[in-house]
T-cell receptor, first 112, second 116 residues
């Protein structure tokens, strides 16, 4: 059973517009969430994180929103740039565990 | 500064052979993690080291897999009697604090293992 789900395998967005990537989780013990970006043949690169005590965290063009009651988080990228084209992974941890549990990823394509 | 490095970047081996994958964490990072990423999947946890000891090896799939970190820095993931199903990208990550739950894990580029 997948504890972290990214239901959209791919997403295409026009350059300059907003990209919204979604992630759902089932384990209510998760209390820390991260987004990683991955280019082909490279390891995942940390992008942004959020603790369960917050509902929003912003870093430049990237904002993560957390809705604990819905067990849902989303990553907003505004404005989207062609260099943002990559696979984005949502990850979660909690309950005293140091393991990250990842979703399957969403491939974002930003079209110039 | 230098990030997490992993060697080799690619490894091709035959079924039944033994392989070793190396990870060099970010200097000063006390926690080290191994993950495995199969095609079309997200990374899956294998093992976590706090210093020299394996604090959590619950993700190792079976006893063919073993990892060491003898001096609390470099780690080696060892796979005996490799099987075709072991083919995947093996990722190493490190974090600053010894297993602080909300410490960001920084990943290396991975070793792509192909078992023929």
């Amino acid at each position: 059973d997948q504890q972290v789900k990214q239901n959209s395998p791919s997403l295409s967005v026009q350059e300059g517009r907003i990209s919204i990537l979604n992630c759902d989780y089932t384990n209510s013990m998760f209390d820390y969430f991260l987004w990683y970006k991955k280019y082909p043949a490279e390891g995942p690169t940390f992008l942004i994180s959020i603790s369960s005590i917050k509902d929003k965290n912003e870093d430049g063009r990237f904002t993560v929103f957390l809705n604990k009651s819905a067990k849902h988080l989303s990553l907003h990228i505004v404005p989207s740039q062609p260099g943002d084209s990559a696979v984005y992974f949502c990850a979660a941890t909690g309950a005293g565990s140091y393991q990250l549990t990842f979703g399957k990823g969403t491939k974002l394509s930003v079209i110039p | 500064g230098a990030g997490v490095s992993q060697t080799p970047s690619n490894k091709v081996t035959e079924k039944g052979k033994y392989v070793e994958l190396r990870c060099d964490p970010i200097s000063g990072h006390t926690a080290l993690y191994w993950y495995r990423q199969s095609l079309g999947q997200g990374p899956e946890f294998l093992i976590y080291f706090q210093g020299t000891g394996a604090a959590d090896d619950s993700g190792l799939p079976n006893d063919r897999f073993f990892a060491v970190r003898p001096e609390g820095s470099v780690s080696t993931l060892k796979i005996q009697r490799t099987e075709r199903g072991d083919s995947a990208v093996y990722l190493c990550a490190s974090s600053e604090v010894a297993g602080g739950q909300q410490e960001t894990q920084y990943f290396g580029p991975g070793t792509r293992l192909l078992v023929l």
